[in-house]
């Protein structure tokens, strides 16, 4: 039952909005993998919503520690006052991140997390009497939000055209390499020299001028890039050289999406901060968190006068009570049910088995895959862009995706099951075979 007239009103984030209201996919209710729309049809949610939804939906434990926690306090100021479950949450937090990483930030969305990050990088700098380091680093393809900072170091040219003058940032070149990689197995082999790229844009700029680097360790809304074997160490190495600090932006690797809590711990690399939303509070509630080096919170920290704000910076939601309790109900899941090492078992090997199957369909240029994300790419003969079309029919076929481009990602619930894994699979090579065979 419609309690609205018009869907004139809304107007919609990152979607066409007159094609979608001429041909509306609405969503009435969710539970474990599964959506179901107002026609009464079951679809397989192969992107767990926007990569966040990690222990499925519909967990009711998640929804009661909300309620009991709006009950016994709202809200409160996270400014000069305090509550316990922000602290809680925090300790708890910092169990599952790399060793020195001990400090939160909190935001609500990965945007403000990485606004955060970038931010308490120049603090640092500034805080180590290296102000003239300001500029930034980050990666073509990378995407950090849409905020300014957020779009300044991310590398997607609809995301930033138009939106100018932006921060002082350079990119490094993606990892992207079909030609080379397609249908590796887990990391590509070939493309560690693009992190050589890292060490002359530091010489061209001035490595002093240098706060951070950014880089999602593995790009989700790019297309789903990994990292060339090696890469992300050799950029720890280059970034450990000439002092300049390490991002990780995990919210889309980060809990469990990898078959780790994050990136770093799968890849062991350490960076100086990670940015992380989305699988914190299994996507039920807006949450984003900075961890950071415990050296880097002490710098900022003692480099100002006793009784004073040390940072200026820092949101009305920063550490809202009600998504501390969902985020500390969905850790609770997340152990119980193993679900931040499940990608890197049997159900991880599966997802890579059933995704590389797909080499040979027609159509088909190249299958990836890392833990449980990955990626099918398509060409058409003639050079059209046929993403969006794969994506509607996908959805008439019960299965919702992601396009980007002609790159079809997923990263379904950590919960999903082998016969799960087979329709996404089957429901692709079928499309396949309809549309190019
Ligand atoms: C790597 C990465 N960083 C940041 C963001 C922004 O998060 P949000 O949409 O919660 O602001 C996203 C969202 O997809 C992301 O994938």
Redesign the pocket.
């Known amino acids: 039952m419609k309690n609205y007239q018009s869907m004139d009103h809304f107007w919609m984030p990152f979607t066409a909005n007159r094609a979608f209201k001429a041909a509306p996919r609405i969503i009435e209710r969710a539970e474990g993998v599964w959506l179901y729309n107002d026609k009464g049809e079951k679809i397989l949610d192969a992107t767990a919503g926007?990569?966040c939804v990690n222990a499925g939906h519909g967990r009711t434990r998640i929804a009661e520690a909300m309620a009991a926690q709006a009950v016994k306090l709202d809200y409160s100021s996270p400014f000069n006052l305090g509550h316990d479950i922000g602290f809680e949450f925090a300790e708890r937090l910092v169990k599952y991140t790399p060793e020195n990483l001990n400090r939160v930030f909190f935001a609500n969305?990965?945007?403000?997390?990485?606004e955060s990050a970038l931010k308490i990088a120049l603090a640092y700098q500034n805080a180590r009497g290296k102000k003239g380091k300001y500029r930034f680093i980050g990666r073509e393809k990378g995407?950090?939000?849409?905020n300014f900072g957020?779009i300044s170091v991310g590398g997607l040219t609809p995301n930033r055209k138009g939106f100018g003058p932006l921060l002082p940032v350079d990119h490094l070149p993606h990892t992207l390499d079909v030609e080379r990689n397609a249908f590796s197995q887990g990391l590509p082999e070939h493309g560690l020299e693009k992190a050589d790229q890292l060490e002359n844009l530091l010489q061209f700029h001035d490595p002093d001028s240098i706060a951070a680097v950014i880089v999602?360790p593995v790009s989700?809304?790019g297309g789903v890039v990994l990292p060339p074997i090696g890469y992300l160490k050799k950029l720890r190495e280059i970034c450990t050289r000439h002092d300049v600090l390490l991002i990780f932006?995990e919210?889309?690797t980060g809990w469990g999406r990898l078959g780790a809590p994050f990136a770093s711990q799968k890849f062991d690399v350490e960076p100086d901060m990670i940015?992380s939303?989305?699988g914190i509070t299994n996507g039920v509630a807006p949450l984003?968190a900075v961890f950071v080096r415990d050296e880097i919170y002490d710098t900022v920290v003692n480099a100002a006068p006793e009784n004073t704000i040390e940072f200026f910076h820092g949101y009305t939601y920063s550490a809202h009570p009600v998504s501390c309790a969902a985020g500390l109900a969905t850790l609770d899941i997340y152990e119980q049910e193993g679900l931040l090492e499940r990608a890197s078992g049997e159900i991880g090997e599966y997802w890579q088995a059933g995704l590389h199957s797909l080499k040979g369909e027609p159509g088909i240029v190249d299958a990836r895959n890392c833990g449980l994300i990955g990626a099918v790419q398509f060409a058409a003969p003639d050079g059209s862009l046929v993403g969006p079309k794969i994506m509607q029919r996908c959805y008439e076929k019960g299965l919702s995706v992601r396009a980007v481009g002609d790159i079809i990602a997923f990263s379904p619930p950590l919960i999903i099951e082998k016969p799960h894994i087979d329709q996404i699979v089957e429901t692709l090579s079928g499309i396949a075979r309809e549309m190019f065979g």
């Open positions: 926007l990569w969305s990965g945007s403000e997390a990485v995407y950090h939000g849409v957020g999602e989700g809304a932006d919210v889309i940015t939303a989305k984003g």
